[in-house]
């Protein structure tokens, strides 16, 4: 069964960081690129990042582009997120993605379940 | 970033109904262009990409079109699972963006 299971969402801070992860399972991660997506509480989607097959294609959302940080590890099929300088306004459940490549682009096919991140102090 | 804009916000609807939900882009965005759907305290699925190709296990009520920077999606028949909120989205250039969504309520 193909799954994504987020997880290291918490209560955090403002200031103060952590780092999400995605296990994936029923397909190599290695053959996909990979995004993480956001959706503030009653806000819509918000994309915020892609990394490549490999990890050396990435690209990053004006609003999280410094502070933010993906890698992936293929060997244990998972991808992260560190999250640093963490604002108020990252308040979100994040998603992690898989992104299906096809000749009319990019399109996500499957999404974790989310984890929520609240920044507060 | 390219803007994404979705009319309308909300729509009430019985089931049964065929209800249509437009998406206007700020450019030319050709048919990167797809739709999800989220239901209630659930993350997205993706319901059609590329304008108008159903993702697996999609039920053909589901109907995409347009091209250039205006797109429909179509749900004929609605059926209970189908109340919820669809995004549009577009993969043409980066960042993508997605639509502020379309609440389709009874």
């Known amino acids: 069964q193909v799954r994504l299971v987020e997880s290291g969402g918490g209560l955090v801070k403002p200031g103060g960081s952590l780092r999400l992860s995605c296990a994936a399972s029923?397909?190599?991660?290695?053959?996909?690129?990979m995004t993480w997506i956001r959706q503030a509480p009653g806000k819509g989607l918000e994309w915020l990042s892609y990394?490549?097959?490999?990890?050396?294609?990435?690209y990053y959302a004006d609003s999280v582009k410094g502070r933010f940080v993906v890698s992936r590890d293929n060997a244990k099929n998972s991808l992260y997120l560190q999250m640093n300088s963490l604002r108020a306004d990252d308040t979100a459940v994040y998603y992690c993605?898989?992104?299906?490549?096809?000749?009319?682009?990019?399109?996500?096919?499957?999404w974790g379940q989310g984890t929520v991140v609240i920044v507060s102090s | 970033d390219i803007l994404m804009t979705q009319s309308p916000s909300s729509l009430s609807a019985s089931v049964g109904d065929r209800v249509t939900i437009t998406c206007r882009a700020s450019?030319?965005?050709?048919?990167?262009f797809n739709w999800y759907q989220q239901r209630p305290g659930k993350a997205p699925n993706l319901l059609i990409y590329?304008?108008?190709h159903l993702h697996g296990g999609v039920p053909s009520r589901f109907r995409g079109s347009g091209s250039g920077a205006d797109f429909t999606l179509a749900i004929n028949s609605l059926e209970p699972e189908d109340f919820a909120t669809y995004y549009c989205?577009?993969?043409?250039?980066?960042?993508?963006?997605f639509g502020g969504g379309t609440k389709v309520d009874i």
């Open positions: 989205q577009q993969t043409y250039s980066l960042p993508p963006t």
């Open positions: 029923g397909f190599p991660l290695g053959d996909f690129y």
């Open positions: 993605a898989r992104d299906q490549v096809v000749t009319a682009g990019d399109s996500y096919d499957v």
């Open positions: 450019q030319n965005i050709s048919i990167y």
């Open positions: 990394i490549g097959r490999s990890g050396t294609t990435i």
């Open positions: 590329a304008v108008s």
